[in-house]
């Protein structure tokens, strides 16, 4: 897989780009920082791998399932340098290590990147919430969940609207959805808890957890939610160092998807609250790893 294949994917992963996205290649190509070239094998190579549509006279968009290809795919490639760079600077941020602002050459110049290298790194970064450009120089790191007391701030805001979310009038989970969902929770129980990267298991939760929400027709919860889930995103990675908890959840995700298959869906929120709940008891347990000024492994 090309270099670009690679960023192009990432991007697809973690929702920069979405199922029915149109790619155009000058686009790509400007935030990718490379030529129109690579981005045009790239594409073709991820609609091979089933993350991109080939539309005869449009070029290629995102596929309906492209999110759960390209997290399974980086599953198989494991962390490249880019990979391993973006959780330098994560962990850096969570340490304190890094200042609020910083200019892109200091960046480079601390981990030894690229212009092109960085400028990946740094687009990510900012679709996930956590880095955004100053205007005419340099960039600026958002607020993040820092601390285990925060996380589980996190999860109680959670218990209280995802719940809920199930029981809104006119609640409809799209089959095609509901069949995605469960697809993605098989093939984590065939083997990908243990494969996965941390950035792919963490997209995988929450891709799930936002369909779930995402079909209660109400925005506020789904916005909240999204919020929720972007500053959470980089102390939520150390946790994922522990995989053992995560058969369980998968299981659970299963149960939740066969009770909303059924129209059950007083079940379905008691199980929801359970679930998180669950989770919620969990941390404590991983609270060292929370802690830890480590690299989290993945």
Known sequence: MTEAAAAISALVADGTLKPGDRLLAQRLADL????????????????????????????????????????????????????????????DRLA?????????????????????????????????????RRPGYGWRFSAVLTTPTALEQSYRLRLAIEPASLLEPGYCLARETLLRCRAVEERMLG????????????????????????????????????????????????????RSRYRRQAAEHLELLRLI??????EAAGLLRAHLQGVMEKLSTVRPLLEAKQHPSG
């Open 96 to 132: 304190g290590a890094l200042p609020d602002t910083i200019s892109e050459q200091a960046m480079r110049d601390r981990y030894g990147l690229g212009r092109g290298q960085l400028s990946q790194l740094l687009n990510r970064m900012a679709g996930e919430g956590w880095a955004e």
């Open 261 to 266: 298959e059924r129209g059950a869906q007083i």
């Open 32 to 91: 990718l920082g490379v030529s129109r070239f690579p981005i045009g094998q790239a594409m073709r190579i991820l609609a091979d791998r089933g993350l991109l549509t080939a539309d005869p006279g449009r070029g290629f968009s995102v596929a309906s399932d492209g999110p759960d290809h390209a997290a399974s795919y980086r599953a198989e490639r494991g962390h490249d340098d880019l990979t391993s760079a973006y959780f330098r600077i994560a962990e």
């Open 191 to 242: 083997g990908e808890i243990e494969t996965a990267s941390a950035d792919a298991l963490y997209d995988r939760g929450v891709r799930f957890h936002e369909a779930i929400v995402g079909a209660s027709g109400n925005p506020f919860f789904l916005d909240t939610l999204k919020r929720v889930n972007r500053i959470r995103r980089l102390l939520v990675y150390r946790s994922l160092a522990d």
